[in-house]
């Protein structure tokens, strides 16, 4: 690298450059860093400086950062040895910006970069390497508007050519590096990747004369940043911090980090992002986890989320080991949460030196020796003094420092207490008066704890106690976004007694809020104002009914509102897609549910059907067209839906197609049990914009494999979307994407589908939005397949020699009542409906409800879902009746019980049961084999069943149900009327009715055919909860993950009889159908086969008599190890 000031000074002078680190990632992928990483990377950097140092260099220049984790490791190094007694030489950072998205390769803007390294207080920054001249010039010129230092910039010599070359002469350098100089970009310039002496040679004749850039002046405000920049300002307003990635305060959060379920720990995040949190505090505090470990852990992960990533973290624990181990895996410029003076001068200085050296923020607490502040006059103070110590001794930039004087509980009913909000207010307002440039903070929940359970009125609350602090200068604070309301939404009565008690203004304040506490019920009904809104203008009343989901009055109005306009189109356009922007915009925010958007998309579909026919005739008039012409509509776009071959679930499918319809996208949906050959085919010839599959079994998973194969093959460009219950991100990264170079998104449900369609046609926002996407999936299937290689695995000998132990000899076993096959030709619904299991059904909604409401009945309670659960509910009983009255739906049945005993991992059936010399059929097991903590041993079902040669007889019982005869002509019904919300309902009720079914045939097989269990009672939820004794496991699902078992199953129930079908990928049709097998052993239970090994895949194979390749295409989802070829690892690679 080379580098000539600009306007070199005008005598002899000789200055010794050394680039001292020439920067490369420390870690495996480029988003991610380790602990030890970062340790061993921090410490060669040390080495490496000291020797520089010690050869007697004037300068340190860290250059070409692809990853600034690496950087702030180096600057952490160099710390170190001046803290040894090094003279602090000057510091230059030079960062990389990859490519045309003007961020580093690990993801950060160049803003966000300039503030991760401040700290550092460099003698200039810039950028070299990666880019040519040209195409530098947009990032250096952010760089030179968003700095007050120097600018340094040294690019490559164009973009390699074919041949790896460079094509940018000297002279062509120097007229770039000159016109970068006389717009004023830049202070030093040079040449990096492919530039000689020559070059640079050109590059200083031609800069000798030209103007210095004189930095601007900028205004001083508080930056932290993730992969993007927080600018906390009078223009920000008030910054939100994400409280729920907390173990201590979230028990979802805890639950899920405790049970090593990192990536759905994720989706917390997530959630704290999309709700609107600007900062996403992390703490993993818990006497049961190992605080430093987990906090890496997660981290690091939250560093592979895009919309996460982006923001800022709050790293928060009472133990500074856990602060600094999240401190070293994150690039961005941090918050420590938190330091005080409570341990004393020394410890507070030693840990705000530390958190200095990563370039964080810090949070200080309102804590001396003497314990909590407060009273307001020891929160000031205490404040004061922790800032006087950290700007005048520490060197602390006074932007840097967040101030958290302690948001204390009011409402306790202790005198003492009454004052605590007050003092918090009046502490803020003086502390950002005696501590100019510092940010005050709190955790907002603390303050109505003490109502804690009624969340209307603590919401409440918190809206009123911001409505003041942030008037009195709160800067930011730890918040639950939902447990904030509209500060004039409050009702004015509860508004009037929570600020007595905020604000302290009488004695009586709390007594009086705690009585009215006890009448807030959530929001309350007027049954008289129901018909108020038919006299709103027309077009509230028509967005009105599409939210409200009201169909009565639609046509009347749609029909008022044509006199109004020109063109029956503009009433589309106008305030019908009004409407639905304020259905998809409360919708997106949470503030409606998937019901209610069903219901809003009927009434949607009811106006523009009654519209059509007027916008034809308008349409053929407008254009002169003659009979029988076709009109084109202009849509947002042409999406092409359909359920792979195989599978033949569609209530998500049907649910996207909706969703997406109405927001003016052409949907074309091809069903169900589609080949890849007509998804194709019918994309090509539709000229779609976007493809989207569907599925529900395992197997679908592998099919979407072979249709993304074939849309290669073919040449297809056009978005993939991946949908489905048992799809998933790191599947579709690891598994689809590599299949296909065009962009291929998982859609995670309904809500999220309209915005990855609006990112995927945009035409300013595409190129982006792919590369984040594919950017993401890169490092997904990096870290999986790294994943593989460290799990440790037992051999399959060892899994068989160490099973579940069961003493056979002192087992009771059974005889069945009635062995063989019994037939249920038409099972009374009527009888089913005490049995059903709702908690799926609501699932099927995404009406979810939290701890304690979470399951039914209690939903109905739930502060956020429990009304629409209720209406949702009430509606299924009315379908449930209709169909029950008109005999319109049909539940038939099969159960069969055999002579069995296990053998190896296998189970044989046989003729008969007392010779028991004929095998007739055998069931396949598979063992666990993943490394076992605990002494429990390694299952498989062929554990629930007595080996034979054990002398003991044992049985086995096999079952298949349908509650869909009849669902297929219902639905078809339902659609001709344009009611989806309908049809999806029928198809979420006949999918219960299946399940009740199956539970009531294994309530009379436990009781009465088998009759192992004959004086068992329990009711529906011990039921569903499991009990009893015995299991019923399905092929394709953790106990025995191959689908092609129930084939067997099939088989010796001659299921098709009933006119229940297996397709090719052994769903069952009708859809609503459950299948499986009988164990009555009381060592059964249910259990996760998990990931094993290529020897049991073989072995598995073997003994069913097929080959791996095949095998390895059905066990897909459980395999341990890269099932690609060399030459597939080599194309994609990995």
């Not at 507070?348 to 990563?358: D, E, T």
């Not at 009702?491 to 009585?515: F, Q, S, W, Y």
């Not at 490092?779 to 397949?785: A, I, Q």
């Amino acid at each position: 690298c080379f580098i000539s000031p600009v306007s070199p000074p005008q005598r002899n002078c000789a200055v010794f450059l050394q680039f001292g680190f020439c920067m490369f990632t420390v870690s495996r992928t480029f988003l991610v860093c380790s602990h030890c990483q970062y340790v061993s990377g921090s410490h060669r950097y040390k080495e490496n400086a000291r020797g520089l140092m010690d050869g007697g260099v004037d300068l340190i220049l860290i250059e070409t950062i692809i990853d600034t984790l690496n950087a702030k490791a180096a600057i952490f190094a160099l710390e170190e040895l001046y803290e040894e007694g090094y003279d602090r030489l000057p510091l230059m950072i030079s960062g990389t910006v990859v490519d045309k998205s003007g961020r580093t390769l690990s993801g950060q803007t160049s803003q966000a970069f300039l503030h991760s390294v401040a700290h550092a207080n460099p003698i200039a920054v810039g950028l070299n390497c990666a880019l040519g001249p040209n195409e530098m010039r947009p990032f250096i010129t952010e760089i030179a508007n968003n700095t007050e230092l120097p600018v340094l910039c040294y690019p490559n010599a164009g973009l390699p050519n074919t041949f790896g070359g460079y094509d940018e002469t000297p002279e062509s350098m120097a007229e770039y590096a000159h016109e970068f100089a006389m717009d004023g970009l830049v202070n030093l310039v040079g040449g990096c990747c492919g530039t000689t002496p020559q070059h640079i040679a050109a590059i200083a004749a031609r800069v000798a004369t030209d103007p210095t850039r004189v930095p601007p002046t900028l205004p001083k405000y508080s930056t932290i940043a993730g992969l993007e920049p927080l600018r906390i300002n009078d223009e920000t307003g008030f910054v939100n911090i994400g409280e729920r990635c907390n173990v201590a305060g979230s028990r979802k959060f805890c639950r899920l980090i405790k049970e090593n379920k990192y990536e759905e720990a994720l989706e917390v995040a997530v959630e704290q992002a999309n709700s609107g949190a600007q900062i996403i505090d992390v703490n993993m505090d818990d006497g049961m986890l190992d605080g430093p470990d987990a906090m890496r852990k997660f981290i690091l992960l939250l560093a592979s989320d895009p919309e996460v990533s982006k923001l800022p973290l709050m790293i928060d624990s009472s133990d500074f080991e856990v602060i600094e181990a999240g401190l070293r895996c994150a690039q961005g410029k941090c918050v420590v949460n938190s330091i005080s003076l409570k341990e004393g001068e020394k410890d507070f200085i030693a840990k705000a030196r530390v958190a200095q050296k990563f370039g964080a923020a810090v949070v200080v607490m309102a804590f001396d020796e003497q314990g909590q502040a407060t009273e307001v006059d020891d929160k000031v103070r205490i404040c004061k003094r922790s800032y006087d110590i950290l700007v005048n001794q520490v060197g602390f930039n006074p932007l840097d420092i967040i101030f958290d004087p302690n948001i204390l509980t009011v409402a306790t009913g202790m005198a003492q207490h009454n004052a605590y909000a007050m003092n918090f207010i009046e502490a803020v307002r003086e502390i950002k008066v005696q501590c100019p440039g510092a940010k005050v903070s709190g955790g907002l929940s603390n303050i109505s704890f003490s109502f804690r359970g009624n969340e209307v009125l603590r919401a409440a609350m918190h809206s009123a106690f911001l409505y003041h602090a942030i008037k009195a200068g709160l800067d930011m604070a730890i918040v639950n976004a939902g447990q904030i309301t509209i500060y004039d939404d409050i009702d004015p009565k509860m508004l009037t007694l929570i600020e007595d008690v905020l604000l302290n203004r009488n004695d009586g304040a709390t007594e009086a809020l705690l009585e009215f506490s006890l009448t807030v019920k959530g929001e309350k009904k007027d049954p008289k104002k129901a018909q108020e809104w038919r006299g709103f203008d027309i077009e509230e009343r028509i967005s009105h009914s599409l939210v409200k989901g009201i169909d009565t009055f639609i046509e009347e109005d749609v029909e008022e509102a044509r006199s109004l306009f020109p063109q029956a189109l503009e009433v589309i356009e106008g305030p019908l897609m009004n409407g639905m922007s304020v259905v998809g915009d409360l919708f997106g925010a949470g503030k409606m549910f998937l019901p209610q958007v069903i219901k809003s998309a009927r009434v949607m579909r009811k106006a523009v059907a009654y519209l059509i026919p007027f916008m034809e005739a308008e349409k053929r008039v407008r254009l002169g067209l003659k009979e029988g012409e076709e009109m084109v509509h202009e849509y947002a776009g042409t999406v092409l839906m359909a359920t792979v071959k195989g599978d033949v679930h569609d209530i998500g499918k049907n649910i996207v197609g909706v969703v997406m319809g109405c927001n003016n996208y052409k949907v074309i949906d091809l069903g169900v049990m589609t080949p890849m050959d007509k998804i194709v085919d019918t994309a090509i010839a539709e000229n779609v914009d976007i493809i989207g599959l569907s599925g529900l079994i395992t197997p679908s998973l592998q099919e979407m494999c072979n249709v993304a194969r074939e849309m290669e093959r073919r040449g297809l460009k056009v978005p993939l979307l991946i949908g489905g219950a048992t799809t998933s991100r790191i599947h579709t990264a690891v598994k689809i994407a590599p299949n296909y170079s065009g962009p291929v998104v998982h859609v995670l449900d309904a809500s999220r589908s309209v915005p990855v369609c609006q990112s995927l046609l945009d035409s300013v926002l595409s190129h982006d939005f792919v590369d984040d996407i594919r950017a993401s999936y890169d490092t997904l299937r990096e870290k999986h397949y790294n994943s593989l290689a460290s799990r440790k695995y037992k051999s399959l000998e060892y899994a068989r020699t160490n099973p579940l132990k069961v003493d056979w000899e002192k087992s009771s076993i059974k005889t069945p009542n009635k062995l063989g096959v019994t037939t249920f030709e038409e099972y009374n619904i009527a009888s089913l409906i005490d049995f059903i299991d709702w908690n799926p059904f609501f699932s099927t909604w995404s009406l979810r409800g939290t701890y304690p409401t979470r399951s039914y009945p209690h939903i109905f309670k739930d502060k956020d879902v429990g009304e629409q659960a209720q209406i949702v509910f009430n509606e299924a009983q009315e379908m449930i009746k209709m169909i029950i009255d008109g005999n319109l739906i049909h539940c038939k049945g099969v159960v069969g019980l055999f002579p069995a005993n296990s053998r190896g991992d296998d189970i044989v059936v046989y003729s008969d049961d007392e010779e028991r010399n004929e095998v007739v059929a055998t069931l396949y097991g598979m063992r666990q084999q993943h490394e076992k903590v605990n002494k429990e041993g390694y299952m498989c079902i062929s554990d629930f069943v007595a080996p034979e040669g054990s002398g003991v007889k044992d049985y086995v019982g096999m079952f298949v149900v349908s509650g869909g005869f009849g669902l297929q002509e219902l639905a078809a019904k339902f659609k001709n009327d344009n009611d989806d919300y309908s049809v999806i309902m029928l198809e979420a009720i006949c999918d219960r009715f299946a399940e009740a079914f199956a539970e009531v045939l294994h309530t009379e097989v436990r009781k009465d055919l088998w009759g192992y269990s004959p004086e068992e009672e329990m009711d529906a939820s011990e039921m569903h909860k499991v009990k009893y004794q015995g299991i019923r496991p399905a092929p394709g699902y953790p106990s025995q993950p191959d689908h092609r078992e129930k084939k067997t199953i099939f088989d010796m129930l001659q299921a098709t009889d009933l006119g229940i079908e297996l397709t090719d990928s052994f769903a069952m049709v009708p859809g609503a159908s459950v299948s499986g097998v009988y164990f009555g052993s009381e060592h059964s239970k249910y259990f996760s086969v998990g990931k094993v090994t290529k020897e049991q895949v073989e072995d598995y194979a073997a003994r069913r008599g097929d080959s791996v390749e095949e095998t390895e295409y059905w066990l897909a989802p459980v395999l341990s190890y890269d099932d690609r070829s060399d030459a597939q690892k080599k194309e994609q690679g990995n």
